[in-house]
């Protein structure tokens, strides 16, 4: 079940570089996050590996861990280690841009301040920040494209938040169908609810995938995402609980041409035949021939006809005219097998 293509609906997004709309490639995200454990040189080298994979963007977590977590909390711990420096992050923001682009989810208001200071173009809410009103007001006023994710919300709460971004400024939206489990087994994916998502947030949709594999993905693609998010690392076998849902290199490279592949079958949605089919039909479908011999003055019918494929160069009536023969007086001799004219 595709998702539905209502004219009331806002079927575009504008982002630096890209335009997505319902026609429009899916906008592909390399999720690096803190996977590059606040080393620099390996930040940039994922973001090489992403865009080498076909990702359209790359998007980093920058994060205060006194302003976002409590010190009792585990998180506080994990994103103690993995901070990048402002200059770091413009850096990695701009020195990119000829690849794709490179943009962040702020994780509060003094890591959005940096990320307004490194010219980040775009901005990703986070499944956790939802419900963040003065974050989500700060980003929307800054007039930058915003990704929601809805992981753990209900319809209402990811309508308001959509709503109050618009309302604070911001006309670039689009909602991520997301389940917050680490890895999300596939049955709480719940894929179908991108097109309530779209019906009720009136923006374009696409899916954050946090299950093993990539079929997920490709599913949502299917079913019309357009912008799929994807964990990113250079090795799985690293220490780090992103690391092991994360799609490596090889892997992510499969991802994107499956993907690339589906949006080709997906088609126009017209129903007519593709015009190398148009060349093959004529020898594929099925002509009126003599199943015995008929002779002239018999009457033509299902008992004496067969309906058989032709060689190349054979004409006869087809199948689909048989009516126009049935019950009539055959005017020669038919021989078994001869194609009926």
């Avoid at 929307?140 to 309508?159: Q, R, V």
Wanted: glycine fraction near 6%.
């Amino acid at each position: 079940m595709a998702i539905s293509s209502q004219l009331n609906l806002k079927h575009s997004m504008q982002i630096p570089g890209f335009s997505i709309n319902k026609n429009s490639n899916c906008f592909i995200i390399a999720e690096i996050g803190i996977n590059h454990g606040g080393d620099y040189i390996v930040a940039q080298e994922m973001i090489d590996a992403a865009f080498n994979a076909g990702a359209d963007g790359v998007k980093l977590q920058i994060v205060d861990p006194d302003d976002s977590y409590s010190k009792n909390n585990e998180s506080h711990s994990i994103f103690s280690k993995s901070i990048l420096t402002e200059k770091q992050i413009y850096d990695l923001v701009n020195n990119n841009i000829n690849k794709g682009i490179v943009f962040a989810t702020a994780g509060d208001i003094s890591s959005f301040k940096k990320c307004v200071n490194a010219k980040v173009q775009l901005y990703k809410i986070s499944s956790g920040l939802l419900t963040n009103r003065p974050l989500i007001n700060l980003v929307a006023k800054s007039k930058k494209p915003m990704i929601f994710s809805s992981g753990m919300a209900t319809l209402k709460e990811i309508k308001s938040a959509v709503e109050y971004a618009r309302l604070s400024g911001c006309e670039e939206i689009s909602v991520l169908q997301c389940t917050s489990i680490y890895p999300a087994p596939e049955e709480t994916l719940n894929l179908s609810a991108m097109n309530i998502l779209e019906q009720n947030c009136n923006c374009i949709i696409g899916y954050s995938d946090h299950c093993l594999g990539w079929l997920a993905c490709n599913t949502a693609v299917a079913l019309g995402a357009k912008i799929i998010e994807k964990h990113f690392t250079l090795n799985n076998k690293l220490n780090g609980a992103d690391h092991k849902i994360s799609l490596n290199y090889k892997d992510f490279s499969l991802m994107v041409k499956d993907i690339r592949n589906i949006e080709k079958m997906y088609g126009n949605g017209i129903k007519e035949p593709h015009k190398d089919e148009i060349k093959k039909r004529n020898s594929l479908r099925r002509y009126c021939v003599a199943k015995n011999n008929i002779y002239p003055g018999e009457l033509f019918n299902i008992n004496n006809v067969v309906f058989r494929r032709l060689g190349e160069e054979e004409k006869g009536i087809e199948a689909l005219n048989f009516d126009k023969i049935e019950n009539k007086k055959a005017k020669k001799l038919y021989k078994s097998g001869s194609i009926i004219i």
